[in-house]
């Protein structure tokens, strides 16, 4: 918690903590609110496309923390010309390029709109998440978005986000009792099996390294 304080204490203006309703999110924004920052923005994208466990997961975290978590939604006329070019409610399978696009229109337009004005936002990442994020860094500066990028668990293990977990009790989206074990939109987000890898499930139909949605480019792609 002292290192994400003093990096906190270094940033002048407003500040962000990015919430997607995974573990590590419930753990970066206990640890954000340790810090003392009065009245800290936390967010979510609503895509329109989330599981009912996670909307109704969203209001339980809003109980325990006594906290607004404030959801954003996508543009309406873009949605209404992303479904044209999608055709169904799974087109967003058909190809890279619909699925980047979808991606485009429900969480990285959001997500420019969400971040202008901001000095530095936070986020749950991990290093050790993702093929696509093996050289995070703790603080980093975002290029795309144009603002500093704070991961606070970036070199967390599995073994010590789970003792950070049970130390403090903090609640988790139900879908991981249900064999989740990265939560998504719900056309692309499965549950995995014993031993594959934690974002198997994410838009499996898809090479590992093209697993990212667009919030999180990173500058070395593999
Ligand atoms: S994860 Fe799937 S449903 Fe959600 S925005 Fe990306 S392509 Fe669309």
Redesign the pocket.
């Known amino acids: 918690m002292v290192y994400l304080q003093n990096i906190l204490d270094k940033i002048c203006g407003p500040i962000a903590l990015a919430f997607s309703y995974q573990t590590e999110d419930v753990a970066a924004l206990h640890l954000l609110l340790q810090c003392g920052i009065p009245n800290p923005e936390v967010f979510t994208l609503d895509?329109l496309?989330l599981f009912p466990e996670t909307l109704a997961y969203h209001d339980e975290l809003e109980k325990f923390f006594h906290i607004t978590i404030k959801k954003y939604t996508p543009d309406p006329a873009e949605v209404t010309g992303l479904e044209t070019k999608l055709e169904d409610e799974w087109g967003?399978r058909a190809s890279l390029e619909n699925?980047h696009l979808?991606?485009q229109?429900?969480?990285v337009n959001p997500l420019g709109k969400i971040l202008a004005g901001k000095s530095a936002w936070v986020t749950g990442l991990r290093a050790s998440q993702s093929v696509t994020r093996t050289d995070l860094k703790v603080l980093e500066w975002d290029e795309k978005f144009g603002l500093i990028k704070i991961n606070p668990l970036a070199d967390w293990s599995d073994e010590v986000l789970s003792a950070y977990i049970a130390k403090h009790g903090l609640p988790l989206n139900p879908l991981y009792s249900q064999g989740f074990k990265s939560i998504?939109?719900?056309?692309?987000?499965r549950p995995v099996n014993e031993g594959e890898d934690i974002r198997a499930g994410r838009?499996w139909w898809e090479n590992p390294e093209h697993k990212e949605?667009g919030l999180h480019l990173r500058k070395k792609r593999l």
Do not use: N
């Not at 998504?184 to 987000?189: N, R």
């Open positions: 895509t496309k967003m699925r979808c991606c229109v429900r969480k998504g939109c719900a056309p692309c987000t838009w949605c």
